[in-house]
């Protein structure tokens, strides 16, 4: 086994405020990401916004556990930092990093640092990547024209 590292790159007509807006909204995942569901683990009752050290349980279409995460770095309408404390495919680091586009809009890179990677996981892990980093996007686009 080695390491692999991953970017996926996207652009989006919408500002950083509403691409950050949608990676920190777990409950937003499922409808533009193919994860089933995005959970955070808040204490019961907390309603409170997202902050580095939280945790959040990622399922699968087919309802099982893909992997556990904490937030690791926040920086409103620029960075989100997240390391994967368990999961099936081996553990990793990944960052957002929005950046103001010229002459508007988001350039979003998504990187993923994956500590342990077979050979054969390597395509899937880009293509499952640039899916992502394309899907939030959309969301974040389609998040704009909503409010048009």
Known sequence: MSSLAVTATSRSFA???VVYAALLDAESWPSWTFYYEVDMELPAGVGRPVRTGDRRTVRG???GVVCRE?????VPDQRFGYEQAAGLLGSHQ?????T???????EISWSANY???VPLLATFRRRRLQNLVHDLASYANSMVNRHD
């Open 15 to 17: 500002p950083a405020d």
């Open 61 to 63: 279409r087919l309802g």
């Open 70 to 74: 904490r937030i690791v770095e926040l």
């Open 94 to 98: 990944g960052t957002v990093v929005l």
């Open 100 to 106: 103001a586009a010229s002459p508007g809009g988001t």
């Open 115 to 117: 500590r342990h990677s």
